[in-house]
């Protein structure tokens, strides 16, 4: 199996702070990984796909980068609606693994 | 609008086998796609399980491939999830979603809200 890791597990952020968070997969992936946002209580929603691809409806304050084994997921500007796990997962396998996720919580 | 509604019963005895069905709605499943399970034990990440084609092709998780079968009833429009021998391990919310059409578009893009199963005596 593919293994993926996140850091931070979590981080403390402000309204308006640019975040980043850090995937890394065991081996080259190429594009083959998507982010996703959770909420308490929710089901995981889709962010972006193929490394970088904007999810259609996916506020643009959203991006993320990278190919083979890291990867990273911005968001240029945090809003309030933005405090969430957010998970990676790879599709280069199709056994797919997700991230352990990161939790962004409100400073 | 494509929308999934997992069901089935929320309390399992272990060694017991666990059902559940994805009704889906808003697509036909014979149109396309692969439909998948994923789960998520209380305070834990997510945990895919496995995927099936219209066609009934399947894939899953080697970590549970021995107690999983996933089936489709086109003429219904979901599909199933049946785990065998059940543990308290197995407690989770259980997702079924739809995967994007291939290749670099494979996201899970479109969710269920999750139904929880609680394997106890």
């Known amino acids: 199996d593919i293994q993926m890791t996140q850091s931070p597990s979590s981080l403390s952020a402000s309204v308006g702070d640019r975040v980043t968070i850090t995937c890394r997969a065991s081996?080259?992936?190429?594009?083959?990984l998507n982010w996703y946002q959770q909420k308490p209580g929710k089901a995981p929603k889709l962010l972006i796909y193929a490394a970088s691809s904007l999810q259609s409806g996916v506020p643009s304050r959203f991006s993320g980068s990278g190919s083979g084994t890291d990867f990273t997921l911005t968001i240029s500007s945090l809003q309030p609606e933005d405090f969430a796990t957010y998970y990676c997962?790879?599709?280069?396998?199709?056994?797919?693994?997700f991230g352990p996720g990161t939790k962004v919580d409100i400073k | 609008q494509v929308q999934l509604q997992e069901s089935g019963p929320g309390l399992v005895k272990p060694s017991e086998t666990l059902s559940l069905t994805c009704a889906v709605s808003g697509y036909s499943i014979s149109s396309g796609y692969y439909w998948g399970w994923i789960r998520q034990p209380p305070g834990k990440g997510l945990e895919w399980i496995g995927s099936?084609?219209?066609?009934?092709?399947?894939y899953y998780n080697p970590s549970l491939k021995s107690r999983v079968t996933i089936s489709v009833d086109t003429s219904k429009n979901q599909f199933s999830l049946k785990l065998s021998s059940v543990t308290a391990a197995d407690t989770a919310v259980y997702y079924c979603?739809?995967?994007?059409?291939?290749?670099?578009?494979?996201?899970?893009?479109?969710w269920g809200q999750g139904t929880m199963v609680t394997v106890s005596s």
């Open positions: 997962q790879q599709s280069y396998s199709t056994s797919y693994t």
């Open positions: 099936i084609y219209h066609s009934g092709s399947t």
């Open positions: 081996q080259s992936i190429s594009s083959y």
């Open positions: 979603a739809r995967r994007g059409l291939g290749g670099l578009r494979s996201a899970f893009d479109i």
